[in-house]
């Protein structure tokens, strides 16, 4: 069959037994096993899964693995969605109400004699007194600060250096996945949302690509997290799932012999450039408390900037 797709559809099955349920997800292998030369030697190779066409992908969660199929196909994968706060109520800032149209009253009409309609007689006009005085409008008020976005404190000018030190960042993607990254377009979040599972559901996604080579989706990964960064505004209910997003990972990354890993250094990139709104924060704290590989790499970006700012 001609056809990229008919290579898909035509090619051999291959069974995936995924999350810890080790529910079975048949595909068919061509699609993946084109992702990187470690999957297709998982399936197509002298290993025993290819022998057997199933693999046992119990530490991946199901939701990944419908990603990874997912941008098998079409070099693209949908994001999760933020959750809805079960504390926080609705913002519905910004919503516009539908007016609601009053019906016209029908207007009479008397039958005379016979059926014929005879018109009513008109109504005398009222006489119209003089007009009142337009009333000043007041003027609009100026928008005030949100009081759930954690204040941004400048403690000296290297702290304001380090503000814009995430904006700098890029990501280089492949040529073939670049349209695909400029469709992109988060969507600035709200108060009332937790971006944790979204935060980690791109992570988790990192992680398996990065564990089979798959250089392609990382760089694509890499480039959503960042779009999505760039646009989140740091809420006091918020801070949690940053902190839990570079705890994840930095529990279920590498650290790399040459520099630091690209996902711990767009997650540590991030939270340095925040530094003026989480310095004082309980839970930033304790990602230090807790010691680790973060604390280094994230001493190396502020004495970086630091350098950078007073050279």
């Known amino acids: 069959m001609e056809g990229t797709f008919g290579s898909y559809i035509t090619s051999p099955l291959f069974t ?36 057997t066409r199933r693999v046992d992908w119990s530490d991946v969660d199901e939701d990944t693995f419908v990603r990874l199929c997912e941008y098998a196909y079409l070099h693209d994968y949908t994001p999760p969605s933020p959750h809805q706060m079960a504390d926080c109520p609705v913002d519905l800032e910004g919503t516009q109400r539908v007016p609601i149209k009053k019906r016209k009253k029908s207007k009479k009409v008397s039958v005379g004699f016979g059926g014929w309609p005879v018109e009513a007689e008109p109504v005398p006009e009222p006489e119209l007194g003089p007009e009142p005085e337009p009333e000043l409008e007041p003027e609009p008020e100026k928008p005030q600060a949100d009081e759930d976005e954690l204040p941004y404190k400048e403690k000296s000018i290297w702290t304001r250096h380090l503000r814009d030190s995430f904006s700098r960042l890029t990501i280089d993607v492949p040529h073939n996945d670049k349209q695909v990254k400029d469709r992109f377009s988060s ?46 505004t740091l809420y006091h209910q918020s801070v949690a799932g940053v902190i839990e997003f570079a705890r994840f990972v930095y529990s279920e990354t590498l650290r790399h012999a040459h ?31 807790e010691g680790g590989d973060f604390v280094a790499d994230f001493w190396r970006a502020v004495w970086k900037a630091d350098g950078a700012c007073t050279s």
């Open 16 to 51: 995936f037994q995924i999350g810890p349920e080790k529910r079975e997800f048949t595909v068919h292998s061509c699609p993946v096993s084109n992702l990187s030369s470690s999957l297709d030697s998982l399936m197509n190779g002298a290993m025993i899964e290819a022998k």
């Open 187 to 232: 969507n600035p979040n709200r108060k009332d949302q937790d971006f944790t599972p979204v935060f980690l559901g791109h992570a988790r996604l990192f992680v398996l690509a990065d564990k089979y080579g798959i250089e392609s989706l990382c760089q694509l990964v890499l480039s959503k997290v960042s779009q999505t960064l760039k646009v989140f």
């Open 259 to 289: 520099g630091i890993g690209a996902l711990r250094n767009l997650a540590t990139s991030y939270i340095v450039s925040a530094l003026g709104q989480l310095g004082d924060n309980q839970d930033f704290e304790k990602l230090l408390e």
